[in-house]
């Protein structure tokens, strides 16, 4: 069993609150990433489960084990850094075969276990050589073996990825997932990439300024963020937001001149709020670009087109704000043309215009 529960964890540079006072329990088995913004703490947190910061306060637990006090190599964790770390004067096999080495394992199950993990990894041509000798995505691949060769319980992930091509880095996510599928391993995995995030999390906590703001499924922070600024952080392009005025005692939304029917459960959470206007978010998917008007849809005019082979991505002006789009690939809309937006309704997430937080 390898759940790791974190309790309150708190960790300060001088006047810095890089971590401040987060609960997280990791399932058994689990692939929780963290994700946010450079500096969000995302990296002292992982530091902190890792045993190579010492937290201010708070406690961790590894199993039934608290391990908040015990050294690094005492925690049963293993960790893949963005750095790759591989050390340059050890041919490949002794890299991976580093771990079993300081767990003092016999000789002939030291090699065993790194033929094993190098064929995983699909780098067993690769032993005799050492790390000035291999591509960046190979020597990647050296760090992950490494790390997986002493079958630890829990995998801690520091933007493992980071430093490949991105070419490299799509086929690399997709081994990784799958390995780590595979493995059965505790996982927690650092990235700002949001693409990252969505493709291989089972969970994702997104942070921002030391804590988290949301913990949910890849599906849920994507279609229903609990705050705007995770809609505005996840996906390609980020949801876009409109300002809507409450019209009708909660009937109706107005944006700029329009008026949009909401349905009377919608209406009454907006109402309860006992705000005038509010944030409209709505993804560029969710978003019927029409070229001739009709009932209940938004005029916009159409400055740029970008076809991106699955489909157009339009950008538009809706009165001062700017709005994505997207449109058929074989769509006759063009640059600088009216066009009317049918929004749909379900897909609307609504969020307080102060404090950016999700209405419920
Ligand atoms: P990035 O994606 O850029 O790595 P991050 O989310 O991992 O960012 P952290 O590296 O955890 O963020 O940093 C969180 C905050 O703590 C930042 O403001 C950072 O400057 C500060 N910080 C981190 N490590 C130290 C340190 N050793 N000394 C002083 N400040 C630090």
């Not at 952080?233 to 809507?244: K, R, S, V, Y």
């Amino acid at each position: 069993m390898a759940e790791i529960r974190i309790k309150g964890i708190r960790k300060t540079f001088g006047k810095v609150k890089a971590v401040w006072d987060v609960d997280l329990t990791v399932q058994d088995r689990e692939f929780v990433v963290l994700l946010g913004p450079s500096g969000c703490g995302k990296t002292t947190l992982l530091r902190c489960i890792a045993g190579l910061e010492q937290v201010d306060g708070g406690r961790i637990f590894i199993g039934e084990t608290d391990v908040t006090d015990l050294q690094v190599r005492r925690r049963r964790i293993a960790m893949v850094f963005q750095s790759y770390a591989v050390f340059p004067h050890m041919n490949v096999f002794d890299n991976i075969g580093f771990g079993l080495r300081m767990q003092h394992l016999p000789k002939p199950e030291i090699e065993e276990r790194v033929q094993a993990t190098a064929e995983l990894l699909h780098i067993e041509e690769l032993l005799e050589r050492y790390p000035a000798q291999l591509s960046g995505g190979q020597r990647q691949r050296v760090a992950v073996a490494r790390a997986i060769a002493v079958q630890a319980e829990v995998l801690l992930m520091d933007e493992p990825l980071s430093n490949l091509d991105a070419l490299l880095r799509l086929e690399m996510r997709a081994e990784l997932k799958h390995l780590l599928d595979e493995l059965n391993t505790t996982v927690v995995y650092v990235t700002h990439d949001q693409v990252e995030a969505l493709s291989m999390g089972d969970r994702i906590a997104v942070m921002k300024g030391g804590k988290f703001l949301q913990i949910d499924s890849p599906i849920k922070i994507y279609d229903h963020p609990t705050d705007r600024f995770i809609g505005s952080f996840i996906g390609n392009p980020p949801m876009n937001f409109l300002t809507a005025r409450l019209m009708d005692k909660g009937a109706f939304v107005q944006v700029n001149e329009t008026k949009l029917p909401i349905g009377p459960e919608v209406a009454d959470r907006l109402r309860a709020t006992g705000k005038d206007t509010i944030w409209m978010g709505i993804r560029s998917e969710n978003i019927d670009p029409m070229d001739v008007h009709a009932e209940g849809t938004l005029p916009a005019h159409v400055l740029v087109v970008e076809p991106l082979g699955s489909h157009n991505l339009l950008t538009a002006k809706i009165g001062d704000a700017i709005i994505k789009v997207n449109d058929h690939p074989d769509s006759d809309i063009r640059p600088d043309q009216d066009i009317w937006l049918r929004l749909i309704t379900e897909k609307i997430r609504w969020m307080d215009k102060d404090t950016g937080q999700a209405i419920n």
